[in-house]
């Protein structure tokens, strides 16, 4: 199948610096990415969708200017926390949808572990 | 708009005990069905899936038929192992979510020797 690959798997960063967590494709070209964040012992919370060549959409509640996308290529989608604090350690994880397939088709990186101390 | 719901948990089963794991949905339109499985400390794995009323998925001894006249797709697996151990996620694509992938709250398995 398809692979995503997700890095780091885990980061440890102090309050107020910015973490950048990468989302790749390794053998298909992904229009569509999606990034979610997972509460502990919660569901998957959609925070965007990550658009090649344009803004990313974000979902309702999610502050766009701390979480910045950047959907560069078909390859590579950048998810960055900025000015990271405690309350924004969490898991989170993208998905990336393949290009020509129907809209059911959708494989998901490892996940990042993002610790603010 | 779009929802699924599943059962709570945490589910506790004896090896080799019948699993179901219960997950109904709303969506308009004709959406596809998922069931995804997350080890501990990992992401998402696709299970199995179905895209069409009727259409029965399976994968792993695992399976779930799409009932669109119950809008349901339990999940289901007559004998489990520990290594079943995880959290099972039912989720749709499709219908007014266009190409998001909506999730369940998440069932945790545990699975005793």
């Not at chain 1, 690959?5 to 440890?12: A, E, L």
């Not at chain 2, 299970?47 to 349901?72: M, P, Q, V």
Request: charge should be neutral; glycine fraction near 8%; hydrophobic fraction near 35%.
């Amino acid at each position: 199948g398809a692979v995503v690959s997700q890095h780091p798997s885990r980061v440890i960063c102090k309050s107020g610096t910015s973490v950048k967590i990468e989302c790749r494709s390794l053998d298909f070209q992904a229009t569509t990415m999606f990034w979610y964040r997972q509460f502990p012992k919660k569901s998957l919370m959609l925070m965007a969708t990550s658009n090649e060549g344009s803004k990313a959409t974000y979902e309702q509640g999610v502050e766009k200017d701390k979480f910045l996308i950047n959907h560069a290529s078909l390859t590579l989608s950048t998810l960055t926390v900025t000015s990271a604090h405690p309350e924004d350690s969490s898991f989170y994880i993208c998905s990336a949808s393949r290009t020509g397939v129907t809209n059911t088709e959708a494989f998901f990186g490892q996940g990042t572990r993002l610790t603010v101390v | 708009g779009d929802s699924v719901t599943q059962m709570e948990g945490p589910v506790t089963l004896s090896e080799e005990a019948f699993l179901t794991i219960n997950c109904t949905y709303t969506a308009t339109g004709y959406p596809s069905l998922f069931w995804y499985v997350q080890y501990p400390g990992e992401g998402l794995q696709l299970l199995l899936k179905a895209t069409k009323a009727d259409d029965k998925g399976s994968n792993k001894g695992f399976e779930a038929t799409y009932r669109k006249e119950t809008t349901s797709f339990h999940l289901e697996k007559g004998s489990v192992q520990v290594s079943d151990s995880a959290v099972y996620f039912c989720a749709l694509s499709g219908g007014s979510s266009a190409s998001k992938i909506i999730f369940g709250s998440g069932t945790r398995l545990s699975i005793r020797p």
